[in-house]
């Protein structure tokens, strides 16, 4: 089955433990601040190539917003308190891969976590996105 056609919970993960550690560990030696470049380069790596990943997560919650969120003032809370891990387990990813994409949904408006859930501030941009539009 090609990679493309693939569910998204069938796709291996793309990270290196080694380079995760590495860059772990340089960043405890030489600390965050000196390490940032490094470490915003590869957030942006995975925000270009990692567009499953960011589907993956942007339908699973649509699907949460449809089962269970109330709208306020043209917004959607979704109250479902998840930990990073059980929402990483939940889309097929790790919990760093999980942590970049609801990262970049929060910068770019389109999420915000809230007290015991998070609130889908823009759907229609999310709909557009999860369909694959950049």
């Not at 390490?35 to 915003?40: F, R």
């Not at 959607?76 to 790790?94: C, F, K, M, N, Y």
Request: proline content about 3%; cysteine-free.
């Amino acid at each position: 089955m090609s990679d493309s056609i693939k569910h998204w919970a069938d796709r291996e993960e793309r990270g290196s433990y080694w380079l995760m550690k590495l860059t772990a560990f340089a960043a405890k030696v030489l600390g965050r601040r000196l390490l940032s470049p490094v470490l915003y380069g590869i957030v942006l790596y995975f925000f270009l190539f990692g567009r499953t990943a960011r589907q993956s997560a942007w339908q699973y919650q649509q699907r949460l917003a449809d089962w269970s969120g109330r709208e306020q003032s043209g917004r959607i809370h979704v109250p479902l308190a998840l930990s990073r891990q059980e929402l990483a387990d939940l889309v097929g990813t790790t919990m760093e891969t999980t942590i970049r994409v609801m990262t970049s949904l929060r910068q770019g408006g389109l999420v915000e976590p809230a007290r015991r859930g998070v609130v889908l501030r823009d759907r229609a941009a999310l709909e557009l996105v999860a369909a694959g539009s950049p």
